[in-house]
């Protein structure tokens, strides 16, 4: 079993800043491939950044490319945690925001929902303009 807990969403203007967090707990002692999604109304699930907790690879979609950064902790004692650092905030990127993980390497980004079998609730991003 493998439970993740994302944190950080809210409403902030547009040019704003957010960090949202997402803690994984349970069987996640393998290498794995922890990402972020994104999906609004009438839209489909997309990609937003992933990393491995491996190699330390991090991989940012190009919509939020310069904007985002993802980074994560998983270090002896640390907690399966992965943030998403999202800057310039722009109305387009209200969405909700889900955090993954896939139990192997990320080895490329981007990477389809399917292939991720871990999934937390959700955090809600809203950016008015």
């Known amino acids: 079993q493998v439970h993740l807990m994302e944190s950080g969403g809210g409403s902030v203007q547009a040019g704003g800043s957010l960090r949202l967090a997402c803690v994984a707990s349970g069987d996640i002692y393998a290498r794995k491939c922890m990402a972020w999604f994104r999906q609004a109304p009438g839209k489909e699930r997309e990609g937003v950044a992933a990393?491995?907790?491996?190699?330390?690879?991090?991989?940012?979609?190009d919509p939020v490319k310069g904007r985002f950064t993802i980074s994560g902790d998983f270090g002896e004692g640390g907690k399966n945690t992965v943030y998403l650092q999202m800057s310039s905030l722009k109305p387009e990127d209200t969405a909700m925001y889900y955090c993954?993980?896939?139990?192997?390497?990320?080895?490329?980004?981007?990477?389809?929902?399917?292939?991720?079998?871990?999934w937390g609730q959700g955090t809600q991003v809203t950016v008015s303009s």
């Open positions: 990393t491995d907790s491996g190699d330390g690879s991090e991989y940012v979609s």
């Open positions: 993954a993980v896939k139990l192997s390497r990320c080895m490329n980004w981007p990477l389809g929902a399917d292939i991720f079998g871990h």
